[in-house]
């Protein structure tokens, strides 16, 4: 059904919706959750490992279940694109945290664990978009390539003259840049909403899944 035809949301486009979602979530456990990342796991990473050299054995625990609810989230999705699917269905599994959270109401460590699982999904199903490659769950990988294209435009070699990044390359790294941040705000300006907000980026989510038909 969703097989053929033009995509819903263009490709670059679907870039950034995804970065927007993953600031959003990432901000929610940051500011609700004792400042852990659900998508940033190079953040949780480093905290882990203070955590423990001070011996703050409950914040270890903390971490280490976010850490691994994403990796969790992240076998899954590759299990799903290595058994035939595209990355509609693990991108559409991602949101499924989103809607427990609404309706079950989870608290502390498990929130982060389900939100973790669910930035792991998403980040695993897609991370190239229109030919060009942007993980959309982290922006340190992006905000280099974003240099490179720059220095490839502003001083091409002929290595690049011969092989020149997709034209649209430059623009989708600095545009998911700024989704992302931009994510983290909406969020912040979404705490009023209780429990809905964990709705809200199925609103994006939906469209962005339904356009990832092609297998990877």
Known sequence: ??????PLVPAPLRAAL????????DAIGYLDYGHVFAANMTGNTVLLWISAAQGEWSRVVTYALTLASFLAGGLLAEATKRAGAT??????LSGVPLVVMYAAGLQGDWTLAALAFGMGLQGASVSRFADVNVQTVVVTSTILKLAESL????????????????????PVFWLTWLAYGLGAAVSLAALGL???RFLLPLVVLMPVALSETRRA
């Open 18 to 25: 995804l970065c927007l979602i993953s600031g959003y979530v």
């Open 151 to 170: 220095i490839h435009r502003l001083f091409p070699t002929r290595s690049d003259l011969a092989s020149p990044l997709p034209r649209h390359a430059f």
């Open 194 to 196: 209780g429990p809905l």
């Open 87 to 92: 990355p509609m269905l693990p991108l559409l």
């Open 1 to 6: 059904m969703f097989s053929s035809g033009t």
